[in-house]
């Protein structure tokens, strides 16, 4: 008896222990609950996306131009780094606190922020904001004024399909002007377009967008290529997408039979422009309608005839040319729409002639031969004593675009263009970049041949090339928020991270390339001078330390 009371004291006296412990454990688990629901209200994305923005604008001292010679800002690495960091933070907040996730794109957003601002703080470096004072003769074209002159406005040009076209009513003020005209007119000895143009944001735009109401092919050169012709009168050059972005050309393949890139036209307009030339006619990426944009308004009959669906249903075609015009290297649409650049076409040769120079440092275009360039380390000599490398500017002209060409890894620079108004004392037109950015794993030392061989350069290109190797004003960043305003980088950035790194790699390159250059002139000749000309000397203290 004794005993059974004492066992059903010890089941009852554990009975009371569990249903204390099961209370505390209820109260523990419900504690956290409870505290969460005094909790403010979950901050909405837009509000955390605000919120990095401004945080990141509060940083822009550190990363941005005003403090580029002190060595405290910030690479946008670093920026990028911090923005994934911040990122996970914000993610690590969504597990414990209901946050919703950052996702990858507002990352990117605010690594784009910072890029976008180097650009800026580029643009508006005196460097690039030097005057360019042009006479009335240093206009490539003028408006000459109607016969019969009246102030009204006047229909000048009547399209031959009147349905197809704007009715369009110009006058001789540049305001009733479409933007290609605006850009033929804005054409001088010295440049394709003023820097910070303002008519530039309309001209691309419209080229990305117009309806086209004619598509041909282009006569002259050796892929395939076509006019475009807008509502407006403008036109375009295109060129189709033949490869994509990160397949690298073949190791096997020559220079001169690589396949022409329409990233490539696209990213050296805005390298160009980003190097302070502006001698790339604008180009701009847009996805055409190969069924309503070609076949259905073109009248080239060659080129309608190669129209055919692919296996798969794409529209494809190949047109009619010297190289890669055939079924087998046709282009096609996705199934319709097809990835390509448009140029804008400088004014009719009849109107301003060009004339073409053979490149003296022109590969030799064979398997076997070598050009006297590659083998005569003394060639330089001769050239410059040659016209019209033996006056004026023309031989750092070369220059300017020998460096455009070895960042971008182009060798395919056979002939150049100048105005032949302008005759030798004008800037050189670098068109025909399609076999640029080919291999972003290996860079061409040849190209950089003519620098270190002559050993001259302009101050101001040296400068901005300092500039550019400034972690404030870095290549590849300026690069990437440059090439953010086009259409086709939405569909896929249009150079690839490693395309963009190997820029500033090359870009050391050149720097130490002249850096050589003046050592071996103090030491052979004693003078260094010659190999920086100087073309502002009314800028001295502008010069960026060494990047
Ligand atoms: N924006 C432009 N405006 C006017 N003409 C242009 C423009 N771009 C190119 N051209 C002209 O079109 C022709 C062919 O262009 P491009 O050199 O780009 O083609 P290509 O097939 O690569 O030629 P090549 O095989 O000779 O290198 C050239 O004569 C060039 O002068
Ligand atoms: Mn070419």
């Known amino acids: 008896m004794l005993r059974m009371r004492y066992r059903y004291r010890t089941i009852c006296l554990s009975l009371a222990f569990f249903t204390v412990f099961v209370h505390l454990l209820l109260v523990l688990v419900s504690l956290p609950i409870n505290q969460q629901s005094c909790d403010p209200p979950l901050t909405p994305r837009t509000n955390i996306l605000r919120e990095l923005a401004h945080k990141d604008q509060s940083s822009v001292g ?29 993610a690590r907040k969504d597990a414990r606190g209901g946050f919703v996730p950052m996702d990858v794109s507002s990352v990117t957003e605010r690594a ?25 003769e240093d206009w490539l074209l003028k408006v000459k004024p109607r016969v019969h002159s009246s102030d009204k406005s006047s229909r000048m040009w009547v399209s031959a399909n009147e349905e197809d076209n704007e009715d369009i009513r110009w006058n001789s003020s540049s ?68 490869q994509e972005r990160d397949e690298e050309t073949n190791y096997n393949l020559y ?47 060659k080129l309608a005839r190669t129209f055919f669906t692919s296996p798969v249903g794409s529209v494809c075609f190949y047109g009619q040319c010297s190289y890669y015009c055939s079924t087998e290297h046709a282009v096609c649409g996705r199934p319709r729409l097809m990835e390509a650049s448009l140029g804008v076409m400088l004014p009719d040769l009849s109107l301003a002639p060009r004339r073409t120079w053979r ?17 005569d380390p003394d060639y330089c000599s001769s050239v410059k004593k040659t016209p019209p490398y033996n006056k004026g500017t023309r031989l750092l002209d070369f220059m300017d675009m020998v460096i455009l060409d070895f960042l971008m890894s182009n060798m395919d620079r056979h002939h150049y263009d100048t105005f ?21 794993s290996k860079d061409e030392p040849s190209i950089l041949v003519p620098l270190e061989q ?36 939405r569909v896929a950035p249009l150079l690839s991270q490693p395309h963009l790194s190997a820029l500033d790699r090359r870009l050391q390159t050149v720097l130490q390339t002249v850096s050589l250059c003046e050592e071996r002139k103090r030491r052979e000749e004693g003078d260094e001078d010659q190999v920086i000309y100087d073309d502002i000397t009314h800028l001295k203290g502008e010069e960026p330390p060494a990047g």
């Not at 490149?359 to 064979?366: E, Q």
Request: net charge positive; charged share 30%.
């Open 112 to 136: 784009l922020e910072s890029d976008q601002r180097k650009m800026e703080a580029l643009f508006d470096h005196p460097l690039y904001n030097m005057p360019v004072p042009v006479p009335e």
């Open 62 to 90: 550190s990363d941005g131009p005003a403090e580029a010679s002190t060595g405290r800002q910030a690479s946008s690495k670093d920026a990028r780094k911090d923005a994934r960091k911040d990122a996970r933070k914000d």
């Open 420 to 440: 032949e108004k302008f005759g030798n004392n004008t800037f050189l037109i670098h068109l025909d970049n399609g076999r640029a950015f080919g291999r972003h």
């Open 359 to 375: 490149s003296p440092w022109r590969r030799s275009y064979s398997r076997t031969k070598m050009a006297k360039w590659e083998t």
């Open 175 to 242: 305001d009733s002007h479409p933007p290609w005209l605006r850009f033929h007119l804005g054409i001088s000895r010295w440049q394709l377009f003023a820097h910070r143009d303002q008519n530039m944001a309309a001209l691309t735009q419209q080229i990305a967008t117009q309806r086209v109401v004619s598509a041909v092919q282009k006569s002259g050169g050796t892929q395939l290529k076509l006019v475009m012709t807008f509502t407006n009168y403008g036109q375009a050059l295109l060129k189709p997408m033949k």
């Open 255 to 301: 220079y001169f039979s690589d396949f022409e890139r329409h990233n490539a036209e696209i990213a050296a307009f805005h390298l160009d422009r980003v190097l302070g030339f502006r001698r790339v006619p604008p180009v701009v990426g847009r996805l055409v309608d190969v069924v309503e944009e070609i076949k259905d308004v073109t009248t080239d009959r």
């Open 454 to 489: 002559c050993c001259r350069i302009r101050r101001s290109t040296w400068l901005r090339l300092r500039l550019l190797s400034l972690p404030g004003y870095r290549l590849s960043d300026v690069m990437r928020a440059s090439l953010s305003h086009d259409a086709l980088q």
